[in-house]
């Protein structure tokens, strides 16, 4: 307590949003051994990410979600 601390929120919130990122990419990983989880996983991942203000969405991982999920339209047709 007492101490004096230099916070850079913008610095914070770059290594928040890497953090969840990363987090969720292990997660993922666990998951592409069960294709219908990894679908859902996907699925619910695309659903939060266009939750988001148009503002702060991420719109290269929007495009990567889609292909994915284009993958296993093919696989079920």
Do not use: C
């Not at 969720?24 to 996983?41: C, T």
């Not at 503002?55 to 929007?62: G, L, S, T």
Request: aromatic content about 8%; cysteine-free.
């Amino acid at each position: 307590m007492g101490e004096d601390f230099d916070l850079d929120f913008d610095k914070i919130g770059e290594e928040d949003y890497q953090l969840a990122d990363e987090m969720a990419l292990r997660k993922f990983r666990k998951n592409v051994g069960n294709p219908s989880r990894r679908r859902q996983e996907l699925e619910m991942l695309l659903k939060e990410e266009l939750g988001k203000p148009e503002e702060i969405r991420d719109a290269q991982k929007i495009a990567w979600l889609e292909e994915e999920l284009k993958t296993f339209e093919h696989r079920d047709s």
